[in-house]
C-alpha cells in the first residue's frame, strides 16, 4: 500500500497529524475570510446572497483548499485559471510581495465579466512563494447595455490580469477606471474594499500557518493532501462498473429564440479514469448563455464529479486528477471569448445534472431525481426618487430529487450555486419599491415516488413605483425528472397579474412594471424516485397535513382515497 503521509522523491515524511492540521487550517482560514467578507460587504448581493467564493491556490494556480459554502463555479476553476493567466502575463519575478491583481476577462475566465478574481501572493519563510489567496467575487454592476449585449464587449468592463495594488500601494488610476465603469459606485466600491481586505487577511494568515511549521514542511504537506484527494477519487471510480453512460436533457431556449437546446451528455468509466464527455453538447449561441472551455465545461464537469463524490472529500486539485474532458471549441460551455455570457451559467444546473444522471445505472443507490434545475431568477432595476439608479437581483430556491434512503431536500439554491441564500424580504423591501405579498412552499410542485421530491417555492412581489424586471427561468418545458421509476416534477412558472388579467411571462429582458402590477414566482420541485405506489400510508397522510400535497394531488399522484376526514386510506 502506497505511504501517503510521504510525498514521492521526498525521504522525508510529514506526520499525519501535522498533515491534518495543515489541511483543515487552510480551509479554516478560507472559511474566516468568507466570514469576513459577508461582515464587510456593501452589497447584499454579497452579504447576504453569498455570490461569491474564497480560495487558495498554489504557486502553479492549482487549487489546494477553499471555502465549504463558495459558489462552486468560481473556484472551479475560475481562480485558477485567474491566477495562471497572471503569472504568464506577469511571471513570477514581477508578481511582488503587497502586489493584488484583478481578472474578470472573458477569455481566460469563460464567464460573465461580473466574476471577478482578485488575488494576491502569499509569501514565507525567507521570502519563497508558497501560493495566492484569491476570492472571487460578483462585482454588482461593471457597466455593459441593460438588458444584455449581443457580444461579450457590450457586457461590461473587461479587466486582464492588471494590478490594483502593486508593492502595498493602491493604483488610483484603477480605482478610478472601475468606479466609472458602473451604475453603483457606493455598493461596488465597498464590495471590492471587503474583497481585498480578505485577501490580505487571508494571505498574511496563511503565511504564518506555513512559518509555524516551516517552510519545507508545508509544501509537503500540501502535495499529501493533494494526493490523498485524487486517492479518495481514483477509490470511488473504482468502485462504479465500467461502461459508457448517457443521458440528454435540453434547455427550453438560449434567449434569442424559442428551440430547445440540446444538453447530451456521455459519461464513461474506466479503470480509475472518468472521462466527461460533451462533444454532442449544443452550439455556440447567439444569446448570453455561453461559457469558456474552463469556467463551462471544465467548471460543469468538476462540480458533478464532485457530488458524486459526496461532502467526505474536500475540494482541491487532487480531487480532479483522474477526471477527463472531451469538449471540442465552439459549443455553449467552449465559446470563443467573444461570445455573449451575461448569463453564462444558465445551462450549469442542468449539465451537472444531467452528467448525474448518466451515471444512475451505474449509482443506482446514489444517483436522484433531477432537481429543479433553474436559477428562477429576476433582476429588477430602475431609478429612485433622486435620479441614482438601483439595480438588485432575486433568484429562486426550489426543490432537489428525492433519493433512495429519503424525500428530496429543499427549497434550494441549484447544484451550480453552493450556499447563496434568500435575501431577507425585508431587507428586499427596505431597499426597493416592492412588497413581498406572499412566500410559501409551492404544494404539488413535487415529483411523486417511494420517496418524493422536494418542493418549489412560490413568491409573489407586488410592484410599488415604475421599474423594469430582467426574468431568467428555465426548463420550463422539460421539468425535473424522476429516477427508479419516480415521477417528474412540476415545471417552474411565472406570471404576471396587472389589473386583474394573467400572463405567462418568460424571458424578459426589460419588461416594464407599474405600480400596482404582481409578478408571481413559482419555482419547480424535485423529481421522485421509486414507484409512487410503494410510498407508505403514512407518509402520504404527513405531506396532507403538512400542507404539502393537495387532496386532488394525492388521489392523482398515489392512487389513494381521502375521506370526508382529511384521512388517506387505499
Known amino acids: 500500500m502506497q505511504d501517503l503521509t510521504r510525498h514521492p522523491g ?7 497529524i501535522t498533515i491534518e492540521v495543515i489541511r483543515h487550517g487552510l480551509v479554516a482560514i478560507t472559511n474566516q475570510i468568507d466570514a469576513n467578507i459577508k461582515r464587510t460587504a456593501f452589497s447584499p448581493y454579497i452579504y447576504e446572497y453569498n455570490d461569491f467564493a474564497v480560495a487558495l491556490s498554489g504557486p502553479d494556480g492549482e487549487l489546494i483548499a477553499q471555502c465549504t459554502g463558495g459558489m462552486p463555479p468560481f473556484v472551479a476553476d475560475s481562480v485558477g485559471m485567474a491566477v495562471r493567466d497572471g503569472l504568464a502575463v506577469y511571471g513570477r519575478a514581477r508578481l511582488h510581495a503587497g502586489d493584488v491583481v484583478l481578472c474578470n476577462h472573458a477569455a481566460v475566465q469563460g464567464q460573465h465579466l461580473n466574476n471577478t478574481v482578485m488575488y494576491t501572493p ?16 460578483h462585482w454588482i454592476d461593471i457597466g455593459g447595455a441593460v438588458p444584455r449585449s449581443p457580444d461579450i464587449f457590450g457586457e461590461g468592463l473587461q479587466l486582464r490580469s492588471i494590478k490594483l495594488v502593486a508593492r502595498g500601494e493602491p493604483i488610483e488610476e484603477v480605482y478610478r477606471i472601475i468606479e466609472s465603469n458602473t451604475r453603483q459606485p457606493d455598493e461596488l466600491m465597498g464590495d471590492i474594499a471587503a474583497q481585498l481586505a480578505g485577501c490580505l487577511l487571508g ?31 481514483r477509490a470511488l471510480i473504482r468502485a462504479m462498473p465500467d461502461g459508457v453512460y448517457t443521458a440528454e436533457t435540453f434547455l427550453d431556449n438560449d434567449r434569442s429564440g424559442e428551440e430547445p437546446l440540446p444538453i447530451r451528455v456521455t459519461v464513461t468509466v474506466k479503470g480509475e479514469e472518468l472521462v466527461v464527455d460533451y462533444s454532442q453538447m449544443a452550439d455556440e449561441v447567439k444569446g448570453p448563455i455561453n461559457s469558456g472551455y474552463f469556467g463551462g465545461g471544465q467548471t460543469t464537469a468538476r462540480v ?28 455553449i460551455l467552449s465559446a470563443a471569448p467573444s461570445a455573449p455570457m451575461g448569463n453564462y451559467s444558465t445551462p450549469f444546473p442542468t449539465v451537472i445534472d444531467t452528467v448525474i444522471r448518466a451515471l444512475a445505472p451505474a ?23 433622486d435620479g441614482s439608479f438601483f439595480g438588485t437581483h432575486d433568484s429562486g430556491h426550489g426543490g432537489w ?13 441549484t447544484m451550480a450555486h453552493g450556499d447563496t441564500r434568500i435575501i431577507p424580504l425585508e431587507l428586499q423591501e427596505a431597499i426597493l419599491p416592492i412588497r413581498i405579498e406572499e412566500f410559501a412552499l409551492r404544494a404539488d410542485s413535487a415529483g411523486a415516488g417511494t420517496f418524493r421530491g422536494g418542493l418549489g417555492l412560490s413568491k409573489t412581489y407586488r410592484i410599488l413605483a415604475p421599474l423594469r424586471v430582467q426574468t431568467n427561468l428555465d426548463r420550463t418545458a422539460f421539468p425535473p425528472w424522476g429516477v427508479q421509476g419516480g415521477g417528474e416534477a412540476k415545471p417552474g412558472c411565472f406570471t404576471l397579474l396587472r389589473h386583474g388579467e394573467r400572463k405567462s411571462v418568460g424571458k424578459e429582458k426589460g419588461l416594464a412594471l407599474k405600480p ?21 400510508l403514512a407518509a402520504i397522510q404527513r405531506d396532507l397535513d403538512a400542507g404539502y400535497i393537495s387532496r386532488a394531488g394525492a388521489e392523482r399522484d398515489y392512487a389513494v382515497k381521502i375521506g370526508p376526514d382529511g384521512k388517506a386510506s387505499r
Open 10 to 16: 521526498s525521504d522525508l515524511a510529514v506526520d499525519p
Open 401 to 413: 430529487g428525492a433519493c433512495s434512503t429519503h424525500d428530496g431536500g429543499g427549497p434550494f439554491r
Open 516 to 536: 400596482g402590477d404582481l409578478l408571481c414566482v413559482e419555482t419547480a420541485g424535485g423529481g421522485g424516485y421509486g414507484i409512487a405506489s410503494a410510498r407508505p
Open 122 to 137: 502569499i509569501h514565507a519563510g525567507d521570502g519563497a512563494l508558497i501560493g495566492f489567496f484569491a476570492i472571487n467575487v
Open 363 to 385: 449509482l443506482p443507490q446514489r444517483v436522484g431525481g433531477g432537481h429543479f434545475g433553474t436559477h428562477a431568477g429576476i433582476r429588477f432595476h430602475g431609478q429612485r426618487e
Open 304 to 331: 458533478a464529479f464532485k457530488y458524486l463524490m459526496g461532502a467526505g472529500e474536500m475540494a482541491n486539485e487532487g480531487t480532479f486528477r483522474p477526471l477527463r474532458l472531451i469538449l471540442p471549441p465552439g459549443k
Open 203 to 233: 494571505r498574511d494568515l496563511t503565511a504564518a500557518l506555513a512559518d509555524k511549521y516551516g517552510v519545507a514542511t508545508f509544501r509537503r504537506a500540501v502535495a499529501l493532501i493533494l494526493d490523498q484527494s485524487e486517492a479518495a477519487a
